[in-house]
């Protein structure tokens, strides 16, 4: 996927441990996102970047937070990782306007927690 | 509460067999409709943007057309190389992008 790389591509955690999960872009685009994709249920989105130090939430933040040190990297961390949190974690960025569809998204994280 | 239905869940078609894909919403305000293609162990691809009811895009063998309250994918003459997840998203005024769950195509030479 031209311009974003996750890593790790695959992890497995244990119950309770923290665990930071990577998307770094080469686009300098301004917004970045992270998604979670689970069976039943669509892309949904946990929390997004508008710029280096801002961001916000998104509808299934409990249990996460991010961080944007710099343009290109946006980190998402589980504070205490819980079996509900296995999932495949999907990071994507925009050059457009907040909550424009994001243009490009990574080739995802796959996140076993036991 | 926006809401999006894909439909049928899966899909299986021979290869050179046309057909449709269905993306339902209901929303309040419709900014914009978007069609994602998914291949196995990848991220959504973008295909389309569609903004208003009668609008029509199209890219080699898909089309995507619109009315208000639902949306196509329109597939003629698949290939194998077609078989992916096609996800479909709505944005609607003053929430965040919803998507369906996804229809699973399957084109068999």
């Known amino acids: 996927d031209a311009g974003i790389t996750q890593s790790p591509r695959h992890k497995v955690t244990e119950t309770g441990t923290p665990v930071t999960l990577r998307c770094h872009q080469t686009e300098n685009h301004r917004y970045m996102y992270w998604y979670r994709q689970d069976p039943g249920h669509g892309l949904r989105l946990i929390h997004y970047s508008y710029g280096v130090k801002d961001t916000d939430k998104g509808e299934v933040s409990d249990g996460y937070s991010v961080s944007r040190s710099k343009t290109e990297d946006f980190l998402l961390t589980l504070e205490s990782a819980t079996s509900s949190q296995t999932s495949v974690y999907f990071c994507?960025?925009?050059?457009?306007?907040?909550?424009?569809?994001?243009?490009?998204f990574g080739s995802g994280t796959r996140l076993t927690v036991v | 509460e926006d809401q999006v239905t894909q439909s049928p869940e899966a899909l299986r078609l021979q290869e050179g067999e046309s057909s449709s894909l269905n993306c339902s919403y209901t929303?309040?305000?419709?900014?914009?409709l978007f069609w994602y293609r998914q291949d196995p162990g990848k991220g959504p691809e973008f295909l389309f943007t569609?903004?208003?009811a009668g609008e029509e895009k199209e890219k080699e063998r898909l089309k995507a057309t619109i009315t208000k309250k639902e949306s196509f994918l329109h597939i003629t003459a698949p290939k194998p190389e077609d078989s992916a997840t096609y996800l479909c998203a709505v944005l609607a005024s003053g929430s965040r992008l919803t998507f369906g769950e996804g229809t699973q195509l399957t084109v068999n030479p």
């Open positions: 929303v309040s305000g419709l900014r914009g």
């Open positions: 569609l903004y208003s």
């Open positions: 994507a960025i925009s050059s457009g306007v907040w909550q424009a569809k994001p243009n490009t």
